[in-house]
């Protein structure tokens, strides 16, 4: 899975963004458990955290439902805090929805898997595979935890996209585009954008890719800022091929995130008063 623009937020000094999928037909033979019978499940991953105190495991949150799959790539993330020094335990339970109920046990159980956020960010790549298990006798499939971290990253930005001409993907509509946004660990700055016809059930069609950077992006809206979107099949199948349609960004903002330091750098003061209680009922004041 390439690494894609993820929102994050600051935990302990570093910003960490966790994703979770199960592996595919191409990688394992272990998908999940098919709970349904004249189609594929339909999971969802649900993560619960556990209590320091009372061990007790509290519902973090849930992933999107994709529809009729044994091989989820969930888009949703869950965001965490990290802390060094504390063992953070996590539980991951997936389960094929059946209706529309939020109530877990209205779905058939897929399988789960233990582990702790330090082990996910002490993996390899930060990438760490677990088996799914929970149901005596039955290989549940593999599911794969991702962590990513950044390091004095204060700066979010807002972006503003249209799509022109873009290929009509749909047989009695026009496609419903959007944007999947990766970026290369080589250098870190290149920027490739993924066009797609989004689909009910996950199975969403591409359109197109192109590529830029964050400096081209940072210039706003221009004529160095409109993409023709390139389909490699199409491209490759068809000479008189020229493109998918165009992406033009329409604006580029800054949000630089405050901190408790640029309160103190800007002059913010802080008064701190001790006042001592004297009174009789208190005893000798010399012998405090």
Not at 133 to 146: D, F, Q, S
Not at 212 to 232: A, D, H, K, W
Request: proline share 3%; aromatic share 12%; hydrophobic share 35%.
């Amino acid at each position: 899975m390439e690494d894609g623009m993820d929102p994050f937020i600051r935990a302990g000094g570093v910003l960490l963004s966790v994703g979770v999928f199960v592996l595919d037909e191409t990688k394992s033979s272990q998908n999940l458990l098919d709970r349904d019978t004249f189609s594929k499940s339909d999971p969802i991953c649900v993560l619960y955290t556990q209590g320091i105190g009372n061990k007790e495991w509290r519902e973090f949150g849930r992933t999107e439902v994709i529809d009729n799959t044994l091989n989820p790539d969930f888009v949703r993330k869950f965001i965490l805090d990290y802390f060094f020094e504390e063992r953070q335990n996590l539980r991951f339970d997936l389960y094929d929805v059946d209706s529309k109920s939020a109530n877990l046990s209205k779905h058939d159980f897929l399988g789960q898997a233990c582990c702790t956020l330090g082990e996910v960010v002490g993996s390899l790549g930060s990438r760490m595979e677990k088996p799914l298990g929970g149901i005596p006798g039955k290989k549940c499939g593999t599911i794969i935890v991702k962590a990513e971290e950044l390091n004095n990253c204060r700066e979010s930005v807002l972006m503003q996209f249209c799509g022109n001409k873009l290929d009509k993907k749909d047989f009695f509509g026009k496609s419903d585009p959007f944007l999947v946004f990766y970026r290369s660990n080589e250098d870190g700055t290149t920027i490739k954008m993924e066009v797609y016809d989004w689909d009910r059930d996950g199975s969403h069609d591409i359109i197109g890719e192109f590529s830029t950077s964050y400096r081209e992006l940072s210039r706003g809206q221009s004529q160095f800022n409109v993409y023709e979107v390139i389909n490699p099949k199409k491209k490759g199948k068809k000479k008189k091929y020229l493109n998918s349609g165009t992406v033009t960004l329409l604006s580029f903002l800054v949000d630089i995130d405050v901190t408790f330091l640029d309160y103190i750098k800007g002059g913010t003061q802080i008064n701190f008063t001790v006042a001592i209680d004297f009174t009789a009922s208190n005893g000798e004041s010399l012998l405090p």
